[in-house]
């Protein structure tokens, strides 16, 4: 790959050139960009360019001028992890103050709370924790769909990698049994950058990328849809990115289940990375980058969380179709120090605001019906 | 962004006009506001704003003083005016201003910025002593202070002209004044939102009064409480026309209403686009004034590196100590620093360039 578009990155303002122009057209219309020809639009094109070019392939695939969203909450069951990724300002190392591992009285409780908000699913996620078994996560999810009709969207790749190892059973086997446990999708988090170098500076006792991208062909071949993410502006290279998103594409090419992709940046309040925050406008530039390459993907989300909600409007021109989740509770873009707070009612008021209709949807990114949701 | 594109939005003649570099009128602007695509408004922004500033974008290292929030008007838009006796009430004595100057000197700010409340009894000679004692104080420091409402409410508290308010405050040391107090002008929003306040057209007298006596000014808009867009294109049309009269405004700073804390309960905040889409308006109408200014306190930082692309030159400044927009429920930082700015407006893609009130890039050793 040509490496001397790093050079122009965040140094002066694009302008674009014919070749940047026809790349843009080529891509606009869903056809496919190499990784040299995705360089050359990261690097170069301008602005406007880019964003109008993912615009108008996320017109194509969705035509509606419909921008969806999901009422749900983040449940992170234990903040405790073996991991000790730099990145994190989440986490409680086993022998630190404040670890917990949530009780069942806790978890039903805020289901219940969800359910009362008109939610439909949960994301629940937590660190790698020592010594709890696979039965303690099974039983976890068999007490939820005992009691409650919601979807659970849980247990990223990074954790069921531990989980397996753990248990001294492949991935495949514990993806089978939190299948059979209630499981319903896997949420595509722990992706960081999907490139090894990356991982070992910054997340060095996480599951490699290959192990992340094994856990996705699994779980898609075992008939699971799930997600993908990209958190991004830590210690990678812009060509980092582009080696992510090809992965990503590739893979989808094979099974078809990804559902999303979400790129956000790195938060390093609080964290051992020390750096600035990446920019909106860089935010953008990748937005559309993504939403150009992975031509295979049919939904890219906002993230208000990261960018605030009038940065992740503007995304909405940009490439992304999808503005996330209501957030009823996040806890880890909080702990780096960073708190937006929306509404379902605000919501979507920004997305009509922004020319769209407002829809929520499932994780499948089908329709709630109207008659389900609580607007309030 | 091609031909093709403004022709499929209908503003294919708008589009020549401003490649042209031609004057757009009042109703091509209300069409601009009307475009669904907000890419296409900022664009066009864009064009305009390179060809006048290239890839510059400005930030002044300054630091904000407000001397008081008592005030007599009670603008419903307001969560920063307080009555004479609440208990959040305060006001600055000359030594505690200088003080606040003081305590700042070793910072390389250029200038301060000196706004307050059109308080009920101070008398003009505060102001004036406050001035001239920044002045001996810092004599390289420029002073840019005291909206026109706070110009006409001195001249009537003191029982003289507009005039002699300014010519005895430049004389006292004051450089330049600074955008606020104008609203939107409409006599209708003005009668509804602050009845009490100087009328548009008295604001825009004191402007072009202070222009006449070789006085720069800003100007800016609030908007998103009450105003139809209508009515804020009929607000830049009038500093258009003042400034065709007398080239004396320096640069348009419009604001965004931030509802938190504020008699204007049901008002919902302005959202992103909509804050995109009146920088990149302003850019297009106000084609005889030189700046645009993206006000992070009130847009957030992220969305202000944005707006660059959509007609903003400036990034304003370090900002210390604001309290005008954070009363209202601002979520920006209270402060960024010279280097952190410099960083969020070469990651946009633009070139630093410090600058004075004036916009004089400012020349470190």
């Not at chain 1, 960081?192 to 060095?204: M, W, Y």
């Not at chain 2, 009490?196 to 072009?208: C, I, P, T, Y």
Request: hydrophobic letters at 40%.
């Amino acid at each position: 790959m040509r490496k001397s578009f790093i050079h122009h990155e965040g140094r002066e303002e694009r302008e674009g050139t014919m070749e940047t122009g026809r790349l843009l057209e080529k891509a606009a219309l869903g056809e496919r960009l190499s990784i040299d020809e995705a360089a050359d639009i990261y690097g170069q094109a301008d602005f406007f360019g880019l964003g109008q070019a993912a615009h108008s392939l996320r017109l194509r695939k969705h035509p509606d001028p419909v921008v969806t969203y999901v009422v749900d909450r983040n449940i992170n069951y234990s903040n405790i992890c073996v991991c000790g990724c730099r990145f994190c300002a989440f986490f409680r190392a086993p022998d630190q103050e404040g670890g917990y591992v949530l009780s069942r009285e806790d978890l039903a409780g805020k289901i219940e709370e969800t359910l009362g908000l008109g939610g439909t699913q949960i994301l629940m996620q937590g660190g790698h924790h020592p010594t709890l078994p696979l039965s303690f996560y099974e039983e976890m999810l068999r007490f939820i769909k005992d009691r409650y009709p919601i979807h659970i969207h849980a247990f990223s790749p990074p954790e069921i990698v531990h989980f397996a190892k753990l248990e001294g059973v492949d991935v495949g086997k514990v993806i089978e049994r939190l299948r059979a446990a209630g499981l319903d999708s896997i949420p595509g988090g722990g992706a960081e950058i999907l490139v090894d170098s990356v991982r070992k500076a910054v997340s060095p006792n996480k599951c490699s990328a290959s192990e992340w991208l094994g856990v996705m062909e699994e779980a898609h071949r075992q008939g699971m849809r799930t997600t993908a993410t990209m958190m991004f502006g830590h210690e990678e290279e812009p060509c980092h990115r582009l080696e992510h998103l090809l992965a990503l594409r590739e893979l989808q090419d094979r099974t078809g289940g990804f559902t999303a992709f979400i790129p956000w940046a790195f938060q390093p309040g609080n964290t051992s990375i020390r750096r600035s925050p990446e920019t909106a406008v860089s935010y953008l530039r990748l937005l559309a980058v993504s939403r150009l390459v992975l031509d295979n993907f049919d939904n890219v989300q906002a993230s208000w969380v990261t960018m605030g909600p009038k940065v992740a409007q503007l995304a909405l021109q940009f490439g992304a179709n999808d503005f996330g989740s209501t957030m009823i509770e996040e806890n880890v873009v909080a702990a780096a120090g960073v708190h937006f707070r929306l509404s379902v009612r605000e919501i979507r008021r920004i997305i009509e605001a922004a020319g769209f209709k407002p829809r929520q949807r499932t994780m499948a990114y089908g329709p709630v019906e109207e008659s389900d949701r609580d607007q309030s | 962004m091609d031909t093709k594109l403004f022709k499929e939005l209908g503003l294919e003649d708008i589009h020549g006009k401003i490649q042209a570099g031609e004057r757009i009128s009042v109703e091509e602007g209300e069409r601009l506001f009307a475009c669904p695509n907000v890419l296409a408004v900022g664009s066009l922004a864009h064009l305009v704003r390179r060809r006048m500033h290239g890839d510059a974008a400005y930030y002044v290292v300054n630091q904000h003083i407000n001397y008081s929030n008592v005030c007599v008007n009670g603008c419903r838009f307001c969560a920063f005016g307080r009555k004479k006796g609440d208990s959040l009430a305060f006001e600055l004595n000359v030594d505690d201003i200088l003080n606040k100057v003081k305590a700042r000197t070793d910072d390389p700010i250029t200038e301060v910025h000196i706004v307050g409340g059109c308080h009920p009894d101070l008398p003009f000679s505060f102001y004036e002593e406050a001035l001239r004692r920044i002045k001996t104080l810092r004599p390289g420091l420029r002073i840019k202070a005291f909206t026109a409402v706070e110009i006409a409410h001195f001249a009537k508290l003191e029982g003289i002209s507009t005039r002699e308010v300014l010519t005895r405050l430049k004389a006292a040391g004051l450089d330049m004044l600074p955008g606020g107090g104008a609203e939107v002008f409409s006599t209708r929003i003005r009668a509804l939102l602050c009845p009490e306040k100087l009328s548009g057209q008295g604001w825009l007298d004191v402007a072009r009064e202070a222009h006449e006596m070789g006085i720069k000014t800003n100007a800016t808009m609030l908007y998103g409480h009450l105003e139809t867009e209508r009515e804020r294109i009929e607000h830049l049309d009038a500093l258009r026309r003042l400034q065709d009269e007398t080239g004396g405004l320096v640069c348009f700073i419009p604001l965004p209403f931030q509802p938190a804390n504020t008699q204007i309960k049901d008002a919902q905040p302005t959202t992103g686009v909509e804050d995109l889409k009146t920088m990149a308006v302003s850019r297009l109408m106000l084609d005889n004034v030189p700046h645009i200014k993206a006000y992070w306190v009130m847009l957030t930082v992220k969305l202000a590196q944005v707006a660059l692309y959509f007609g903003a030159d400036d990034f304003d400044g370090t900002v210390i100590e604001e309290k005008i927009g954070h009363m209202a429920g601002a979520e920006s930082e209270q402060a960024l620093t010279r280097r952190e700015l410099e960083r969020i407006i070469r990651e946009g893609g633009f070139r630093p360039v410090e600058r004075d009130c004036f916009f004089n890039a400012v020349k470190r050793g």
